[in-house]
T-cell receptor
Framework: DTAVSQTPKYLVTQMGNDKSIKCEQN?????MYWYKQDSKKFLKIMFS???????INETVPNRFSPKSPDKAHLNLHINSLELGDSAVYFC????????????FGDGTRLSIL | GENVEQHPSTLSVQEGDSAVIKCTYS??????FPWYKQELGKGPQLIID?????GEKKDQRIAVTLNKTAKHFSLHITETQPEDSAVYFC??????????????FGAGTQVVVTP
């Protein structure tokens, strides 16, 4: 059983489109995260939700909107996609919000044409 | 905010040799230091972590050391094998209410183990 699963694995789309990435965790964790990994492999936190409540919101364009319908799911919607949005987006979860191991999904590779 | 520097950016080792990756952090309030391994096309996987009340931790061929005074921590892999080839990331976080355990990652080290 996959602990943290993301869909889709690959997303190729045109500039200006709107797209969503979905994430689900079956670990029973309270906290979920979205990270962006750029072409140089640098990992940067974007958002974090704890029990459906937004707790971390880094300096991210407001074209990015996370939504957590329940504590096992965290989705990321991106409006008006730009070339600079091309990256790998990782979802992660941890038991609680704090100094706990984070478990990552296998990523969604977003390519903007 | 926290800044984590990781060196080297690439590391080539012969199979059977040891590999060492070093990280330095800036915020003395950081107290949790995980290490992640990322294989091609996969997400980062936790391989070992250490908390600030411990100076060293070992798990089979991997070990992590922490020097709080100097604010640096290191990953040691002994008897390297080709399957150790991957990108390794260090991270630091502090468990304060305002930070919510936010991880600051290093820039990663590409390790290549040649047979």
């Amino acid at each position: 059983d996959t602990a943290v699963s993301q869909t889709p694995k690959y997303l190729v789309t045109q500039m200006g489109n709107d797209k969503s990435i979905k994430c689900e965790q079956n670990l029973g964790h309270d906290t979920m995260y979205w990270y962006k990994q750029d072409s140089k492999k640098f990992l940067k936190i974007m958002f974090s939700y704890n029990n459906k409540e937004l707790i971390i919101n880094e300096t991210v364009p407001n074209r990015f909107s996370p939504k957590s319908p329940d504590k096992a799911h965290l989705n990321l919607h991106i409006n008006s996609l730009e070339l600079g949005d091309s990256a790998v987006y990782f979802c992660a979860s941890s038991q609680v919000a704090g100094n706990q191991p984070q478990h990552f999904g296998d990523g969604t590779r977003l390519s903007i044409l | 905010g926290e800044n984590v520097e990781q060196h080297p950016s690439t590391l080539s080792v012969q199979e059977g040799d040891s590999a060492v990756i070093k990280c330095t952090y800036s915020d003395s309030a950081s107290n949790y230091f995980p290490w992640y391994k990322q294989e091609l096309g996969k997400g980062p996987q936790l391989i070992i972590d250490i908390r600030s009340n411990v100076g060293e931790k070992k798990d089979q061929r991997i070990a992590v050391t922490l020097n709080k005074t100097a604010k640096h921590f290191s990953l040691h892999i002994t008897e390297t094998q080709p399957e150790d080839s991957a990108v390794y990331f260090c991270a630091a976080s502090k468990g304060t209410t305002d930070s919510w355990g936010k991880f600051q990652f290093g820039a990663g080290t590409q390790v290549v183990v040649t047979p």
